[in-house]
Structures are given as structure tokens and as C-alpha cells.
């Protein structure tokens, strides 16, 4: 208890215990809590842009996960090509080593279906002319045939080296028969 003169003077009587009392607040104290209140205050729409920067950030980190997973396919589709034309350039190879072996077997010369086709090709046999046989020998062909005389066999071989490019081709057998004969051609590749 504080006396002093009646004017002026507090009394502070408090019978209560100090544990039931109301808090002594300082100014200073009044003035930090109510700095931390507008703190708090002021974070909360920091806290919303935080969360919204976390959710884009979960959608930029999934949409990076699925360009990984595209870029694996990608990957692998690039290496299933890569080996595709690895495949491609061995078959590429091989059939050039296949050509070239068949144009050492023949020579140098044309394939043969051209050269059948050159064989039996239209306008080179005479009328009433036709082709029985076509044997292979050491330098070309041997074809056997019937005409109508020894002329349509020489005609037909002289056609054979003009028109249809064959070096050299001629008759070297011909035998008379009942309707015409029949005749053999040596024919060059």
C-alpha cells in the first residue's frame, strides 16, 4: 500500500493473490503483439500464392514426368530405326554383292528373262514360225525350232543380232520336213 497526500495519490489495493490476478501488459507489449497480428495478417494471402505456386509446380513437375516417359519412346523408336537402316544397309549390301556375282556368272550379259524375252520376241519370227526348244551352251543359246523353209530360220537369226542385240546369232542346222522343217539357231549372249 502507497499513501500519500489525498491528492495525487493511487491506492492500489489488490486483495487477490498475485496467481488470480489479470496481467500487467506493457505498452511495448501491446505494440509488438498487435505488430505480429498484422504479420500474421499480412502472410496469409502469401500463404495462398504459396500453395497456388506449389500446385504449379506439381503440374510442371508431371508434365515434365510424361515429356520423360514421350522422350523415352522417342528414344526408343530413334534406336529401332537406327537399327532398321543398319538392316537395310546389310540387305542393301548383300544384294549388290548378289548382282554383281550374277553378272560375273553371266558375263557381263543382260538377266535371262530379257534374254528369253528377246528369244521369242513378236516380229522376229517369221509367219508360221515357232520355237520348240532353247537350251543353254558355254556362249548362249541353242534354239530349236519350225519354219516354213531355211530362209525363215536364217531371217529369224539375222533378226536375233540386229533387233534383238545379240553380238552374233545363226542357223547352223536345218532339216526339211513334211510341212516346212526344222531348224537350229546358235544364238551369243
Given at each position: 500500500?502507497k499513501?500519500?497526500?489525498a491528492?495525487?495519490?493511487?491506492?492500489?489495493?489488490?486483495?487477490?493473490?498475485?496467481?488470480v490476478?489479470?496481467?500487467?501488459?506493457?505498452?511495448?507489449?501491446?505494440?509488438?503483439a498487435?505488430?505480429?497480428?498484422?504479420?500474421?495478417?499480412?502472410?496469409?494471402?502469401?500463404?495462398?500464392?504459396?500453395?497456388?505456386?506449389?500446385?504449379q509446380a506439381?503440374?510442371?513437375?508431371?508434365?515434365?514426368?510424361?515429356?520423360?516417359?514421350?522422350?523415352?519412346?522417342?528414344?526408343?523408336?530413334l534406336?529401332?530405326?537406327?537399327?532398321?537402316?543398319?538392316?537395310?544397309?546389310?540387305?542393301?549390301?548383300?544384294?549388290?554383292?548378289?548382282?554383281?556375282?550374277?553378272?560375273f556368272?553371266?558375263?557381263?550379259?543382260?538377266?535371262?528373262?530379257?534374254?528369253?524375252?528377246?528369244?521369242?520376241?513378236?516380229?522376229?519370227?517369221?509367219?508360221?514360225?515357232?520355237?520348240?526348244?532353247?537350251?543353254?551352251?558355254?556362249?548362249?543359246?541353242?534354239?530349236?525350232?519350225?519354219?516354213?523353209?531355211?530362209l525363215?530360220?536364217?531371217?529369224?537369226?539375222?533378226?536375233?543380232?540386229?533387233?534383238?542385240?545379240?553380238?552374233?546369232?545363226?542357223?547352223?542346222?536345218?532339216?526339211?520336213?513334211?510341212?516346212?522343217?526344222?531348224?537350229?539357231?546358235?544364238?551369243?549372249?
Open positions: 500500500m499513501s500519500q497526500s491528492e495525487g495519490v493511487i491506492v492500489d489495493v489488490n486483495l487477490l493473490p498475485v496467481s490476478r489479470p496481467p500487467q501488459v506493457s505498452g511495448l507489449a501491446l505494440g509488438i498487435g505488430l505480429l497480428a498484422l504479420l500474421l495478417l499480412a502472410s496469409v494471402p502469401l500463404a495462398f500464392r504459396m500453395e497456388s505456386a506449389r500446385v506439381d503440374e510442371m513437375e508431371a508434365l515434365a514426368q510424361g515429356a520423360e516417359v514421350e522422350m523415352g519412346g522417342l528414344e526408343a523408336e534406336a529401332a530405326a537406327r537399327g532398321l537402316r543398319v538392316e537395310t544397309e546389310a540387305a542393301e549390301a548383300q544384294t549388290a554383292a548378289l548382282e554383281a556375282e550374277r553378272a556368272l553371266q558375263g557381263g550379259s543382260r538377266p535371262l528373262h530379257e534374254d528369253l524375252f528377246w528369244l521369242y520376241g513378236y516380229g522376229f519370227l517369221p509367219a508360221g514360225s515357232r520355237i520348240t526348244a532353247v537350251t543353254s551352251t558355254e556362249t548362249g543359246f541353242r534354239v530349236d525350232g519350225t519354219a516354213g523353209g531355211a525363215d530360220g536364217i531371217a529369224y537369226a539375222e533378226k536375233l543380232s540386229t533387233t534383238g542385240a545379240f553380238p552374233a546369232a545363226r542357223m547352223t542346222a536345218y532339216t526339211p520336213g513334211e510341212r516346212g522343217g526344222v531348224f537350229t539357231v546358235e544364238v551369243v549372249r
